[in-house]
């Protein structure tokens, strides 16, 4: 699988190319488009339990879709439902990936998913609690709310990151999901819930919106009976 991405960085759009033959798994409802002769079929992935693990801990879809060339070969456009830019991860057998609540968008066939715990931030309301791990080969087509950043951390370089700015980071970096302050009171006048402490080395992919910020807000201008 090749990925072509165009329309960034606001609204990109992924073009999975595929081989004669070739299969790809994408997030049910990201299709936009496909070449004619494409067959897709959708399932729960590892069967209905894991699906469900999936769809209610790791915040994706119940159902994975896949897409399977024909033998002249073919592609699939593919886009995320929030506006924004998509990133391409080549997973080299060695080093997996793990990508945040409804961050993964598609992935090749060589590429294996599940459902890892992340810390205690979505028990409480924020961000964090399970998250997608992905090994394998091949490529892994992740989503953003807005722009993307990359953070490159040399040894032993610390950073702290708002939890719901983090899109995806390498298995080689440490990490740590804790409260921002202690208190709720102090929660409540910084604006901020969970935190994430990275420490090199490796990378980490945030994005400059934060999608719970936004279904707040929506929540607030929307009247009350």
């Known amino acids: 699988m090749q990925v072509q991405v165009r329309h960034q960085p606001s609204f990109a759009v992924a073009r999975l190319l595929l081989a004669p033959g070739e299969p790809a798994q994408v997030e049910a409802g990201a299709m ?15 069967g209905v339990l894991k699906g469900l693990g999936r769809a209610l801990l790791g915040g994706e ?14 592609w699939v456009d593919i886009a995320a439902h929030l506006p924004g830019d998509l990133q391409t991860i080549n997973l080299d057998g060695r080093t997996g990936w793990c990508v945040t609540r409804g961050s993964w968008l598609a992935s090749a066939y060589g590429v294996q998913t599940e459902t890892r715990w992340g810390g205690f931030g979505q028990l409480f309301g924020g961000e964090g609690g399970f998250l997608t791990h992905a090994t394998g080969q091949g490529q892994l087509v992740v989503a953003c709310y807005g722009a ?9 370089e610390m950073i702290t990151i708002d939890s719901g700015h983090v899109v995806a980071y390498a298995d080689t970096v440490q990490s740590q999901l804790r409260k921002v302050s202690s208190g709720a009171i102090q929660s409540l006048k910084s604006g901020e819930g969970f935190v994430f402490d990275f420490a ?5 992919l945030t994005q400059t919106r934060n999608p719970s910020a936004l279904s707040a807000w929506v929540v607030a201008q929307v009247p009350s009976r």
């Open 32 to 46: 936009v488009a496909t070449s004619y002769g494409v067959h897709v079929q959708s399932q729960a992935q590892g």
């Open 61 to 74: 879809s119940l159902f994975v879709s896949t897409f399977t060339a024909p033998q002249n070969g073919g």
């Open 148 to 156: 993307l950043d990359l953070v490159t951390l040399q040894q032993g």
């Open 200 to 204: 090199g080395p490796g990378q980490v």
